[in-house]
């Protein structure tokens, strides 16, 4: 079994113009960094990103669409990125927008095999239109399909050889669903050590998801807002 | 005279009780943290993976795998619990949360709230707003009572995208505290100085005032 790989160009290979991605993060927190910046340089083009937010305008997703790069965006929250919202209202880029945790929940019905579910966000708004809608406990549901990428990348904590990872405080977010949707998952992770180094009891998402495991280089880090107490 | 945005939060603060899960949105709502009463324990949940935010870092201690719903750096309190989304919103949809705090745009005499979107104009998305609003046991609305213009907030009927219908219970606003109820807003309290005239002059929706309205109390 040889899941590692050498670094995120190798990582993404494979990837061609018009498929589907799902990346991890909120925000700019648990994003792969490596991975956006090795699709930035590939060129690659029409993708559909399936990813909560789209990053700022000079990180993360941001910089993908800022070379057009993404044909289509599937996310819950837009606010805070410029071009995202000018490419939105000006039709440039189609947009799904999907409650967020509807969002979640699709990614991770995708990875356990289950086609759709019913859940009540967005009844009576326009998220339900074209979608089924069904009464339980005399409440309105609305029928989600799941969600399944061709490629998954996700940023972890820690994974071993094994592709088990952990990932660390609220920089987990989608990157535990997503890892479970993808046809092939790849992970970038802050510290790749060998197996036996993590305590099975702490696993987030078992090895089974994940397909291509890197050590991540040279990460930013960046924080959106930096907010302290006065 | 009109509260400021942290004499909203303020108000808000006692509809807490000891021992609720909250979920505190974007904005006004954020600061209800801040008027926690002393002695009091309430557990805040943020939606991007985290049940027991603390206060803001000192400076310096900015962690970026440590972030609110807001994309602002945060800390954890003792007995907190990380988790990824899917949870989070298990949480949310599966009842769990006792309250919710959010802003809006505007909000209708039946409860139905827009909040994530102004058509040409504005897309911030629904994040979890959808999600919070159309599951949570008691939700209510911090905004001002109208917008910049002047235009009433609380309305007959939402013209913007709808976020959920028949949701909210209160809305605590710069003027007002105001419930929905089946006939339509009930004014409850008003903010300290301000007249039930300038309230009533203030809200598009159909608005019952019986008996004598108290000011808030602080």
């Known amino acids: 079994m040889k899941k590692v790989v050498k670094d995120a160009t190798e990582a993404i290979r494979g990837i061609t113009d018009d498929m589907t991605l799902m990346l991890g993060g909120f925000g700019l927190c648990g994003i792969p960094e490596n991975c956006i910046s090795a699709l ?50 000006s039709g440039e880029l189609e947009v799904e927008l999907i409650p967020q945790g509807t969002l979640a929940e699709r990614c991770r019905a995708g990875g356990a095999g289950i086609p759709a579910f019913f859940v009540p966000a967005g009844f009576g708004t326009e998220v339900a239109e074209g979608k089924e809608v069904r009464e339980f406990n005399g409440k309105m549901h609305l029928l989600e399909k799941s969600l399944v990428a061709d490629f998954a990348i996700v940023k972890a904590w820690k994974g071993d050889v094994y592709g088990n990872l952990i990932y660390r405080h609220t920089a987990n977010n989608f990157n535990q669903a997503m890892a479970m949707a993808g046809k092939i998952t790849i992970a970038e992770v802050e510290e790749l050590v060998p197996a036996g180094s993590l305590d099975p009891d702490q696993i987030h998402t078992p090895g089974i998801f994940v397909q291509r495991i890197f050590q991540a280089e040279g990460l930013e880090k960046r924080i959106e807002f930096i907010t302290t107490r006065s | 005279m ?38 009091m324990e309430v557990i805040l949940q943020s939606e991007n993976g985290l049940l027991g935010i603390g206060p803001f870092p000192v400076k310096g201690e ?33 009842g769990h949360i006792d309250l919710t705090v959010l802003g809006a745009f505007e909000v209708s005499e039946k409860g139905d709230i827009s909040s994530w979107k102004i058509p040409g104009k504005m897309v911030k998305g629904m994040g979890g ?9 008691n ?54 100085g301000v007249s039930i005239e300038e309230i009533k002059s203030k809200t598009a929706g159909n608005l019952i005032i019986e008996g004598e309205i108290p000011e808030m109390q602080f």
């Open chain 2, 2 to 39: 009109a509260l400021d945005k942290n004499g909203i939060a303020r108000r808000i603060a006692q509809e807490l009780k000891d021992g609720f899960y909250v979920n505190l949105g974007i904005g006004i709502p954020t600061l209800v943290a801040n008027y926690i009463p002393e002695g």
């Open chain 1, 40 to 89: 930035v340089a590939s060129d690659v083009k029409g993708l559909t990103c399936i990813s909560n937010n789209a990053g700022v305008d000079d990180f993360g997703l941001g910089l993908l669409l800022k070379k057009h790069q993404i044909r289509k965006m599937i996310s819950s929250y837009v606010g805070e990125n410029a071009e995202f919202e000018r490419q939105l209202l």
């Open chain 2, 139 to 192: 939700i209510i609305v911090a905004m001002n009572h109208t917008d910049p213009k002047g235009n009433s907030k609380l309305l007959k009927k939402c013209t913007l995208p709808l976020t959920g219908v028949g949701c909210v219970k209160r809305i605590v606003t710069d003027i007002a505290v105001v419930d929905v109820t089946s006939k339509g807003f009930k004014l409850i309290e008003r903010a300290p």
């Open chain 2, 62 to 94: 900015e962690d970026p795998d440590l972030i609110n719903a807001g994309k602002q750096t945060i800390t954890y309190t003792k007995g907190a619990a990380f988790f990824d989304s899917s949870m989070s919103f298990a949480m949310i949809r599966g």
């Open chain 2, 129 to 137: 707003a959808m999600d919070l609003v159309a599951s949570a046991k």
